[in-house]
């Protein structure tokens, strides 16, 4: 048995846990929105048609943002194709998945979800295809009051009163040969701080994301981040991080190190936004919107891409096995860590592809293994994120050289004195034994509730037939004895421990 262990203070914060780091993603590919989120003819579908087992599960998960509407497929989309009367709304190609899009559902359906679901709704512009102009547009439609043609249409459309959608990104991964519109950093840059420009001219309180790197691996990482920022760093608020991971030829012991990468990733492009204020003589300090991360079996898809022109075909609906949750749940520890920096992030995506959620056309919703690591997060990250230095034996990767065995965050609620501690064993086969030193606090603390997920089949998963075979259970051999909290991390696994004052 390893062991390893950190003090908690609360004293040594980060920053405030950020709400929106509980961000999630629908977009028009494969089955996100149609028989994911919208199956008018399904059961359980409200008069707006929408899938209430979803979105139960929607509530359940804790999201608490959506970005909206992609993406890759937003670089070519026309939203105005999907607002108005349905029987005149238009199918078009969607280049990117190579699939059609019948426009049943736009803007305004897609709101009236998000209103229940209970969720911000983070919209993504298209600068693939388009500029300023329609950039414009779909804000003034979805934001101005009223008077204008814009927001008369959508008055009559249904929704009298405007969105008031403040986040905004400035198109996707553009960085991309794939995405449709790629460009240089100097030609994006150019466009995005146009963009940026004039919709502050329209609203100088909204919220802009500009598009960083699709990936840490890309070969203009780094410098698109600088060029991009040169051209945009006074009109924008955010830049985007996108991230997702998968075993590498059966290399377990690299895989649940992603994290690694992850912390990686935003250092570094923290680093390259302060040189970029620096340069500017600018005391701004920018923030990261991790608006793309997940698991995802990309070398899979990518050997055996169809192209079909079919509706909502099934694309990517990947099934997460028990070491995906705990890379999940891994790379959740990552994102709250920098909460200084990182103030948004999204999972990719919501339901069917790449999901936490599964669906069936005409049949149940389900949670995937990765649901459970989101939705406990987000429930007891409350707070203050705490500054923690961990003290661990490490192991060998291929990927990353030398790895901590464990990985932890905490977080610290003033207002109800909870005291929550995430942490990941990353052994293949050894329990770990944790030791964390809770004296800081100066009063007694009893543990109230204490989750494990793990398995002795790693690759064990939920199915429409066994829904529940991967769930968090509750945590053996977890209790405080005086200041120091301890506990027996099994191999393979991810825990929350929440701690509360005792007596
Ligand atoms: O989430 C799936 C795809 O991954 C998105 O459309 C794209 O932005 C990224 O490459």
């Known amino acids: 048995m390893t062991s390893a262990s950190f003090s908690l203070d609360p004293a040594f914060t980060v920053a405030p846990v950020s709400r929106r780091t509980f961000g999630t993603f629908v977009e028009h590919m494969g089955r996100g929105v149609y028989t994911g989120i919208y199956e008018p003819g399904h059961p359980s579908a409200d008069a707006d048609g929408f899938r209430q087992d979803v979105l139960d599960l929607t509530r359940e998960l804790g999201v608490t943002v959506v970005r909206y509407p992609g993406g890759n497929f937003v670089s070519g989309y026309r939203w105005e194709d999907g607002v108005g009367p349905r029987a005149d709304r238009p199918v078009r190609r969607d280049l990117a998945w190579h699939s059609l899009e019948t426009n049943e559902v736009g803007v305004d359906e897609f709101m009236r979800w998000a209103r229940k679901a209970g969720v911000e709704v983070m919209y993504a512009l298209n600068l693939g295809t388009r500029g300023v102009q329609e950039a414009l547009d779909v804000h003034e439609y979805l934001n101005h009051p009223d008077r204008t043609r814009l927001a008369e249409q959508r008055r009559s459309n249904g929704a009298a009163e405007p969105y008031g959608i403040k986040l905004f990104c400035l ?24 963009t940026a420009r004039a919709l502050r ?45 998968e075993p590498v030829n059966g290399d377990l012991g690299s895989f649940l190190a992603s994290a690694v990468d992850m912390d990686h990733f935003v250092n570094s492009v923290v680093a390259t936004a302060d040189s970029v204020a620096a340069r500017l003589k600018s005391a701004k300090r920018l923030m990261i919107s991790f608006d793309e991360w997940n698991v995802w079996y990309l070398s899979e898809f990518q050997a055996k891409r169809e192209t079909g022109w079919e509706v909502a075909p099934r694309v990517i609906e990947d099934t997460y096995n028990v070491a995906d949750a705990v890379v999940v749940g891994n790379l959740l520890i990552s994102l709250l860590r920098h909460s200084d920096r990182v103030t ?8 069917n592809v790449i999901a936490p959620i599964r669906s069936e056309p005409d049949g149940p919703a389900w949670r995937q293994t990765i649901f459970h690591p989101f939705a406990l997060t987000s429930r007891l990250a409350r707070g203050d994120v705490l500054r923690l230095e961990i003290h661990a034996p490490t192991y060998e990767t291929a990927r990353f050289g030398a790895v901590p065995l464990l990985d932890a965050v905490a977080t610290h609620d003033p207002q109800t ?13 050894d329990g770990l034994d944790l030791t964390v030193s809770v004296a800081g606090f100066g009063h007694p603390m009893s543990v109230a509730e204490a989750w494990t997920l793990t398995d002795e089949d790693l690759y064990a998963v939920n199915t429409a037939d066994q829904p529940d075979r991967v769930v968090p259970r509750p945590a053996s051999g977890v209790a405080v004895d005086g200041s120091v909290l301890s506990a027996t991390l099994p191999p393979v696994s991810w825990s929350a421990i929440r701690l509360v004052r005792a007596g």
């Open 344 to 351: 948004a992030a999204c999972q990719a995506q919501l339901v």
């Open 171 to 194: 198109g996707n991964e553009l960085d991309g040969p794939w995405q449709t519109g790629h460009k240089t950093a100097h030609e994006y840059g150019r466009l995005a701080a146009e």
């Open 201 to 245: 001219s329209a609203d100088p309180d909204l919220e802009l994301v500009v598009c960083g790197s699709s990936g840490s691996g890309m070969p203009t990482f780094g410098a698109w981040e600088s060029e991009v920022l040169q051209l945009t760093y006074d009109a924008v608020d955010f830049i985007s991080a996108h991230a997702y991971y």
């Open 417 to 429: 004195g909870d005291l929550t501690v995430f942490a990941v064993n990353r052994h293949l086969t």
